[in-house]
């Protein structure tokens, strides 16, 4: 189910122009399940490496989503969906943060690796119902466009790591993030070593 789901996101944003904002997050909801499934299939240092890149995706995924999506979400989709969206990626962070300091290949590992695919799939399809059809709405192609790439931006310098005390507040992660992202990148580039 999960990669039918994928191949719909991907699907839908071929549709959009390049640079749209929900065309690269449904490019981005889709690069995640793919990795939850490989997550779920691989075994040792490939699926540490699949996790790795799965969690510094849905890192910065929710930091894009939060700094540029949210404030237009509030505006066309109302606060009530926001506050939702966020109090659901704050709860995926936690999970997301504990799942780190697991043994891969334990139960617990695979247990909380499921519930938070579940939860993530849920989140990502109730953006791409509440959110980004009113988004959609509300913009013009070049303001999205225009969003897509402070989308970009934004991914590129925030952190890799979950850092749940920062979800849902733009103010913490404007303050917070840079020093995070140096930090989790940092610590990404040891491990790789």
């Keep these: ?68 999506l949210r404030p237009v979400s509030r505006r ?26 697991l043994d891969i290949t334990g139960p617990d590992f695979a247990r909380q690796l499921a519930a938070l695919e579940q939860a993530v799939s849920e989140h990502a399809e109730r953006e791409e119902l509440e959110e980004f059809p009113a988004v959609r709405g509300a913009t013009s192609r070049d303001e999205r466009r225009k969003l897509g790439r402070q989308l970009r931006a934004v991914q590129s310098l925030a952190p890799t790591h979950p850092h749940p005390s920062t979800v849902g507040s733009p103010l913490a992660q404007w303050a917070v993030g840079p020093f995070a992202s140096l930090v ?10």
């Design 1 to 68: 189910m999960a990669s039918n789901l994928a191949e719909r996101e991907r699907a839908q944003a071929a549709t959009l122009p390049e640079d749209d904002v929900v065309g690269l997050l449904l490019a981005q909801h889709a690069r995640i399940r793919d990795l939850f499934a490989a997550v779920g299939v691989q075994r040792g240092e490939p699926r540490r490496k699949a996790f790795d890149e799965l969690r510094a995706l849905l890192a910065t995924h929710e930091t894009g989503e939060e700094m540029v």
């Design 76 to 101: 066309s989709a109302g606060p009530d969906v926001v506050r939702a969206r966020n109090h659901e990626e704050k709860q995926a962070a936690k999970v997301l943060a504990a799942l780190e300091k």
């Design 184 to 193: 989790d990148r940092a610590r990404d580039a040891l491990r790789r070593r």
